[in-house]
């Protein structure tokens, strides 16, 4: 196929063409730019806002900048002013935007019935209603006053919580000081194991 001057074909837009011209041996120079590079700019360019986060994953605390666009999150990657990561995500930190936007992530609560072969959605108070009915019936079944020698327990071994990296230093402790509250004493974290 041939293309005329009209089409913007030329032998001299040839980029070999403009390396030797421009005595640019490693072609990273002027002869590396196009119109159409020119042109470019970068998708966050024209957001609203950019909202300083941190990477919800491990407990490293990578700092995130979050550019927001018509309230919407456009763009989401590492914050160079972070004295932990200079900007650089891990894969995980690098697809919190997927994590955020994603059509696959569930939104909804979905309960399988014991014995039962498929899912149903249920609304989010009765799911939080049977699980606090459930933790009530598992610590009061379980719970330990005190040991054969007549020491104070106040404690549950029936029930354990393992903490998943999404949460932030703040949610753990509320967790932390909810379980102890409630007696109970396996807690652990799975940013720290």
């Not at 407990?59 to 995130?64: E, F, P």
């Not at 994603?102 to 039962?116: E, F, K, M």
């Not at 799911?127 to 009061?140: C, G, I, L, Q, S």
């Amino acid at each position: 196929m041939t293309m005329s001057k009209e089409d913007g074909f030329s032998i001299r837009n040839w980029p070999v063409i403009r390396q030797i011209n421009n005595k640019d041996v490693l072609g990273l120079g002027k002869s590396a730019v196009s119109s159409r590079t020119e042109s470019l700019a970068a998708r966050t360019t024209d957001s609203d806002r950019v909202v300083d986060s941190v990477c919800p994953y491990c407990a490293v605390g990578c700092a995130q900048l979050v550019y927001v666009k018509d309230e919407k999150i456009i763009n989401i990657e590492g914050d160079p002013r972070s004295p932990n990561s200079h900007g650089c995500l891990c894969p995980k930190g690098a697809a919190t935007f997927q994590l955020v936007t994603g059509s696959h992530r569930v939104t909804n609560v979905l309960y399988r019935r014991p014995h039962g072969t498929e899912w149903e959605t249920i609304p989010l108070d009765r799911a939080m209603d049977m699980v606090a009915e459930r933790v009530k019936k598992t610590r009061d079944a379980n719970w330990e006053e005190q040991d054969k020698d007549g020491e104070a327990l106040h404690r549950t071994m029936a029930i354990a919580h393992l903490g998943g990296a999404t949460l932030d230093n703040e949610e753990n402790f509320v967790i932390k000081k909810l379980f102890n509250t409630l007696g109970i004493v396996q807690i652990e974290n799975q940013a720290r194991i």
